[in-house]
């Protein structure tokens, strides 16, 4: 069993920053990339950013320019540092590793794993 744990989530103001964290626990597998993703109020999940195992990275538009992300595939950590933050990057960001090649867990087959998401509030 994987376990992925986010924090660093909360209430920040217009302009502000976060830095979010994510750590890995139990049954560790080779990872092949971290990702970031979140899930605004009313609106269906959206990826943010991957970090490859290589070390590339990838940014959605809406935030290529503030959020940085950055991880350490042998320990599978990763951080989303976000700056200039906007109300409308308010939402539940959750962690997501992607494995080199599926695991079988009990009866179902798993390609990644994801965390339990920490809220970021953007507000005045």
């Known amino acids: 069993q994987v376990q992925l744990v986010e924090s660093g989530g909360g209430l920040v103001q217009p302009g502000g920053s976060l830095r979010l964290s994510c750590a890995a626990s139990?049954?560790?597998?080779?990872?092949?990339?971290m990702r970031w993703y979140r899930q605004a109020p009313g609106k269906q999940r959206e990826w943010v950013a991957t970090?490859?195992?290589?070390?590339?990275?990838n940014y959605a538009d809406s935030v290529k320019g503030r959020f940085t992300i950055s991880g350490d595939m042998a320990t599978k950590t990763a951080y989303l540092q976000m700056n200039s933050l906007k109300p409308e990057d308010t939402a539940v960001y959750y962690c997501n590793l992607l494995l080199q090649r599926a695991v079988l867990v009990g009866s179902t087959l798993k390609y990644d794993f994801w965390g339990q998401g920490t809220q970021v509030t953007v507000s005045s």
């Open positions: 970090i490859a195992s290589g070390g590339s990275t």
């Open positions: 139990g049954t560790i597998f080779r990872g092949n990339a």
